[in-house]
């Protein structure tokens, strides 16, 4: 089964974020899972799954479609960083789908993409050509603004499209990667100062843990902050490691943590893990899990 | 699917374990999911599964032939409450199986063991025919060892078989009821007093969580005291709140909790109740989770 999860850069004009979900869900053979929303973010993530690459190919195209003509990033203001009105569009492979079959998707969607739309494309993570380009942060530095002088640097051209960047859509990255979580964590103060600390103190780039990348975001419409997380690998850094460690830090400031919110959908392993380290089961084993044995059972 | 999760006086002779596990396993249709042995409780906990309602009474009927000739209630000691060699048999409603389809299988089920064995039986829970019999604690108050007494008394006139206790099997509680989670709490002590206080302090009848019934136990064989608990409905009484609970009346002793234990299986969704408490998600809902919302889309 192959996953794909894009990022389109509106999170508020409800009549786009529907025409791209009734874009997706009236594609033959692929399942929309979820849309989720942010105004503060002015941006939305959409999840859809499919056994076939052609689909999921197709309802990714449909996405483009329908997102270019409504999306103009000259306009666009949002909290979040993006340099694409379609951001970036991981392929995602879960249960028997292999790894080299979402990179043969990914880069298959690209090319088309590249060809019907004009936009750059930078593939990244496991399909990146490149080793300097394969960290979306990287690539996504600078932002949509910065990005006109940046792609005329040669360690920029881009992999498919033009060497210019699309007027209205920006650039796009298209790739294949592991299941991510998408977790964010809103803090009890609108200092945005607090927010830092805390996305400081928790990303392995900076010191905190290896497979965490966070940024600070003011959610203007709440009056909070929050510490927006991306989980690169939950095996390794599973969620509630990440909770206390944003816990620590903030509480040194006086602060608490309001709610958390997974962006998209959360595999029900990582939240087993929450629940098993927090009760200190001994011997913890997924199939402890009555459904999981069923299944176990019946396959 | 009908679930059947019996209790046995054994947990130590691995051949008697061993045995009854095949005798299970070796029922046409019937998936034997979990064997859970303790030997401080000295008590076993099978749980398996069938779409048949023949197949699981076949499994319990088999279950019955090897228990009862290998365990000997006048010689057995444990930690654990009992009064019969095959001590509790509850039949649960799984999917879309229905209570009644239970009732009436465990029904079926005890009249021909009362038959084949000559063991009294009690129906209990959902299958139990006297209000006051209906509970569990209530039927095995005073143990196998008072039993005959008991059983003489015109209130405990057994559902099925002998007015007379079998005198190595003692007597058995067969009946229907929901699924329970059984949740055992090991503290960092041996003083029993302390495991007392927090089963008083988180059992419903004395004051407690509503849901939870909990029992202090020695576990010799590990230097510690043991608060052994069933969650009766953890979706008003969560593993959590149970937990917190235990822990904080522990803390009153200046005890830690060491660790816990799911006896048998745990369903999903009480794990993800726990998860989501700890990490404080907002607007949880289970279709949140990857894999229930593919199948949710599958079927």
């Given at each position: 089964m192959f996953e794909c999860v894009p990022n389109v850069s509106e999170g508020r004009d409800a009549s786009t974020i529907d025409a791209i979900a009734e874009a997706i869900r009236s594609?033959?053979?692929?399942?929309?899972l979820n849309v989720h929303s942010d105004p503060d973010h002015n941006r939305s993530v959409f999840t859809y799954v499919s056994d076939s690459a052609d689909a999921i190919r197709d309802a990714t195209l449909r996405l483009y479609d329908v997102a270019i003509p409504r999306v103009d990033l000259r306009i666009h203001h949002g909290a979040h960083p993006r340099?694409?009105?379609?951001d970036v569009v991981p392929f995602v492979p879960l249960e028997t789908t292999t790894m080299q079959q979402c990179i043969d998707v990914s880069v298959a969607t690209a090319q088309q993409i590249a060809e019907r739309h004009h936009i750059p494309i930078y593939l990244y993570e496991h399909a990146a050509r490149h080793d300097e380009r394969r960290e979306l942060p990287v690539i996504r530095s600078g932002g949509f603004e910065n990005f006109p002088q940046k792609i005329h640097d040669a360690r920029w051209v881009p992999d498919f499209g033009p060497a210019q960047v699309h007027p209205t859509a920006g650039v796009s990255v298209v790739g294949a990667r592991v299941p991510l979580i998408a977790f964010n964590i809103q803090l009890?103060?609108?200092?945005?100062e607090v927010a830092q600390a805390c996305a400081r103190a928790v990303r392995g780039i900076s010191g905190g843990l290896r497979f965490v990348r966070a940024l600070p975001i003011a959610l203007a419409s709440k009056g909070l902050v929050q510490v927006s997380m991306n989980l690169l690998d939950y095996r390794r850094t599973p969620l509630h490691r990440a909770f206390t460690l944003v816990e620590t830090e903030a509480a040194r400031f006086g602060v608490t943590i309001v709610s958390s919110e997974i962006v998209g959908l959360v595999p029900a392993e990582a939240m087993y893990e929450v629940a098993e380290w927090h009760l200190r089961?001994?011997?913890?084993?997924?199939?402890?899990?009555l459904e999981e044995r069923i299944r176990e059972r019946r396959t």
């Amino acid at each position: 089964m192959f996953e794909c999860v894009p990022n389109v850069s509106e999170g508020r004009d409800a009549s786009t974020i529907d025409a791209i979900a009734e874009a997706i869900r009236s594609t033959p053979d692929v399942h929309l899972l979820n849309v989720h929303s942010d105004p503060d973010h002015n941006r939305s993530v959409f999840t859809y799954v499919s056994d076939s690459a052609d689909a999921i190919r197709d309802a990714t195209l449909r996405l483009y479609d329908v997102a270019i003509p409504r999306v103009d990033l000259r306009i666009h203001h949002g909290a979040h960083p993006r340099v694409g009105a379609v951001d970036v569009v991981p392929f995602v492979p879960l249960e028997t789908t292999t790894m080299q079959q979402c990179i043969d998707v990914s880069v298959a969607t690209a090319q088309q993409i590249a060809e019907r739309h004009h936009i750059p494309i930078y593939l990244y993570e496991h399909a990146a050509r490149h080793d300097e380009r394969r960290e979306l942060p990287v690539i996504r530095s600078g932002g949509f603004e910065n990005f006109p002088q940046k792609i005329h640097d040669a360690r920029w051209v881009p992999d498919f499209g033009p060497a210019q960047v699309h007027p209205t859509a920006g650039v796009s990255v298209v790739g294949a990667r592991v299941p991510l979580i998408a977790f964010n964590i809103q803090l009890g103060t609108d200092r945005i100062e607090v927010a830092q600390a805390c996305a400081r103190a928790v990303r392995g780039i900076s010191g905190g843990l290896r497979f965490v990348r966070a940024l600070p975001i003011a959610l203007a419409s709440k009056g909070l902050v929050q510490v927006s997380m991306n989980l690169l690998d939950y095996r390794r850094t599973p969620l509630h490691r990440a909770f206390t460690l944003v816990e620590t830090e903030a509480a040194r400031f006086g602060v608490t943590i309001v709610s958390s919110e997974i962006v998209g959908l959360v595999p029900a392993e990582a939240m087993y893990e929450v629940a098993e380290w927090h009760l200190r089961v001994s011997g913890w084993k997924k199939n402890m899990i009555l459904e999981e044995r069923i299944r176990e059972r019946r396959t």
